[in-house]
């Protein structure tokens, strides 16, 4: 099946480099600038100091990013199957329950007193019976006799219609007193039934969380009282376009991003567990869902959390750092400044001598973590990846710092003040000297 084109909308994965303010990128610049001291006065002017790489060809995972919501595995929210007050509250926020433990106590009172009048219904309904019964016996006993005369002619056809009629009548009060007892029963199962349910008991096994219930408080069968689930597992639930489903199967590995992840390259691995095939008709989408394992607690329920889905690879392309992107302000194109020329030597303070860059706008064709796919780059060829904004001036040469892919990627990786001390840290230590 031929995959959707890549565009900025389907992936936005911009690392911190990306988002360093203006003054940050000056900052850096002048620190770069002040590790040149052999530079000739007023050639800083002309040709700023940059830092550059090499770019290589490779190919990239296809990279669906989506926002998924955490869910507990089993979790369920808990109420009352009862109206009552609350007696007593037997758990707390983030306790570990079983399946069936008590959580919490209604007031039962008045559900005892009930039990023992159903209980006291039964038994008057069960000397009914047998009053019923025994009237039953003794009109059979009377039936049987007159049966016994009645082979010898000695009684009438109205002794004989008399006792039918009464045997009939015995029958049914047996029957009305058997139906009394079984109602009478159903009445105490009922009450005795409401009355275990003044015991609120974990539906399952799991972690208790936003509490709510409170001793004395009067509660009906909408009042949430607990959220229980199993926190060791979690479901992360992403929302799938139907043109998605085109390229988005059950099975696809997938990285969860959390805002405790040490760094982008650390994200929890999953796959696509499945996909409902039912569409909204209005949004024309679909729930996907992504289960965990969660030991660690890294995921919380109800945290929004970024999801990438990896469908595939791209088509064997240029690659360079996200941080080489950069937009022109004048025409809103992304490009990379493009060295004329590899930097060649360098002086002591890693900056090669004057070389012409240009800015080449590119076409993405796929976006990664922290490299992106183009198709207008050759090879090995040497672009900037920090110092773009003192180019954008009107500057037409840089001094390069020849730097290596990994150097680049370790940037990128870094937080804006980690970063501005690795870049200033040096350059003050060389002013020093």
Known sequence: MRRPPFSHQRLNILLPVRFLPTLLFTTLALALAGCGKSERPGAAMT???????????????????????????????????????????????????????????????????????????????????????????????????????????????????????????????????????????????????????????????????????????????????????????VLVRIIVTDVMLNYIKVGMPVLVYTENTVSRSLPLEGTISRISPFLNQVSRSTEAEIELENSSRRLQPGMFVPVDILYGQSRQATLVPTSALFTDTNTGREGVYLAAEAPGAVDAGGLSQPIAMSFTPVNIIARGASEVAVGEIPPGAWIVTLGQNLLATGRSTARIRPVEWAHVMKLQDMQREALLAEIIRPSAEANQQ
């Open 47 to 233: 040709s700023p100091p940059v830092e550059a790489t090499q770019t290589r060809t490779g190919s990239l995972p296809l990279v669906e990013r989506l926002s998924g919501t955490v869910r507990a595995e089993n979790q369920v929210a808990l109420y009352p199957e009862i109206s009552g007050r609350i007696a007593e509250v037997l758990v707390d926020d983030g306790q570990t329950v079983t399946a069936g433990q008590p959580l919490v106590k209604l007031s039962d009172r008045t559900m005892i007193e009930q039990v023992r009048q159903a209980e006291a219904g039964l038994r008057i309904a069960e000397a009914r019976l047998w009053q019923a019964q025994a009237a039953q016996d003794e009109v059979a006993a009377q039936e049987r006799r007159i049966r016994s005369l009645s082979d010898r002619n000695l009684v009438t056809d109205v002794e004989k219609e008399t006792l039918a009629a009464q045997l009939a009548a015995a029958d049914a009060d047996v029957a009305l007193a058997e139906a009394g007892v079984e109602q009478a029963a159903a009445t105490l199962a009922e009450r005795q039934d409401a009355l275990a349910k003044t015991v609120i008991r974990a539906p399952v096994a799991g972690v208790v969380g936003a509490r709510d219930a409170e001793v004395g408080m009067q509660v009906t069968g909408s009042s949430r009282l607990f959220t229980i689930g199993n926190l060791d597992r």
